[in-house]
């Protein structure tokens, strides 16, 4: 019977991906159509102020006014269902940083009505939430950091942890009395990366009930620009063999036409020094899923390595969609 419904698998399951910081633009969301992506966590923000990020959203509104056939904004799980049902791509509304609140708490509240449904505490460096984990100390979280927590958990706005500093992680964890998620971060015992997650936090993350998403950006692989989709595959093997299939998906960090010019803007942060870490150019994504277009060919691999239909349906999109709906309710 299994194997009865494994041709139809891709098209039929739920597909989220964890993360995509790609450049918003028709052939984005075309390339997510091609490969049955239901719905991403979109970054629409990282080090913008509050500002910047209100006019990055209404610019959204007119991406969905053009790209009606394509793309539906995502505010809810019903919204999730009704992108697979409509053949569209769902965008949920995410930040990479909580730096659009900037320092009034008031302004998360602000943030959900427009529709921001994820947010992750801080990217790569400090801010008034706490480190990231990239900072040259590793403070915990601030006594604002813990507000932010509180107000996401009554909001319902899921706290990603995926760029967030050791300690702040670890103390964001227990505070939230929701689950957290790292949505694309890979293990560090299989590269080395400080951006990549330690077992003892992945088994924090999924021992709260949340969600830790592979990634294939090729820095955080070990093989890096010689990558395979079958070592995007490892880490899901390694994850799974760690804490279980239920707490496992896939957070792809897609960049798909961002320039060097950009990457330099990101990574530099407050620094504004424009370090590339290490980061090779052009950014090499491994073979076998270069981009959203071939989000299928995950489903063959997990087939292919002996995943059931079961654990791939979670794998691919149901862990993700069982933590929204716990989250965002």
Not at 55 to 76: N, Q
């Amino acid at each position: 019977m299994d194997r009865l419904v494994r041709p139809d698998l891709h098209s039929d399951a739920i597909v989220i991906d964890g993360l995509n910081i790609s450049r918003w633009c028709e052939d984005t969301f075309r390339q997510l159509s091609q490969g049955g992506v239901t719905a991403i966590n979109a970054t629409i923000a990282v080090h913008q102020g509050f500002r910047e990020t209100v006019t990055a959203i209404s610019r959204w509104h007119g991406l969905f006014e053009r790209h009606t056939p394509l793309i539906d904004p995502v505010r809810s799980v019903d919204d999730v269902h009704r992108a697979k049902r409509e053949g569209k791509v769902g965008i949920i509304f995410g930040f990479q940083s909580t730096d659009p609140i900037e320092k009034d708490l008031r302004l998360l509240s602000v943030f959900w009505t427009l529709g921001v449904r994820i947010i992750q505490l801080t990217y790569n460096e400090r801010n008034y939430i706490g480190d990231g984990c990239l900072e040259r100390t590793d403070c915990g979280l601030s006594h604002f950091g813990l507000a932010v927590i509180e107000e996401m958990n009554r909001l319902g706005i899921l706290v990603d942890l995926s760029h967030v500093g050791y300690r702040t992680t670890m103390e964001a964890i227990e505070a939230s009395q929701l689950p957290v998620s790292f949505t694309h971060a890979n293990p560090r015992a299989l590269c080395d990366h400080p951006r990549n997650k330690t077992d003892e936090q992945i088994r924090a993350v999924a021992g709260r009930g949340g969600v830790i998403g592979a990634t294939a950006f090729p820095l955080f692989l070990s093989a890096g620009s010689e990558a395979t989709i079958e070592d995007l595959v490892d880490v899901v093997d390694y994850l799974v063999q760690l804490v279980g299939v239920d707490h496992v998906g896939i957070g792809s960090d897609f960049t798909y036409a961002q320039t060097k010019e950009w990457f330099s803007w990101l990574l530099a942060g407050k620094g504004k020094r424009g370090q590339m870490m290490g980061l090779g150019w052009p950014v090499v994504y491994p073979q076998g899923v270069r981009s959203a277009a071939e989000f299928p060919n995950v489903t063959r691999a997990l087939l292919a390595r002996g995943y059931s239909s079961a654990a791939t349906r979670k794998i691919l999109g149901g862990n993700f969609l069982r933590l929204f709906e716990t989250v965002w309710c």
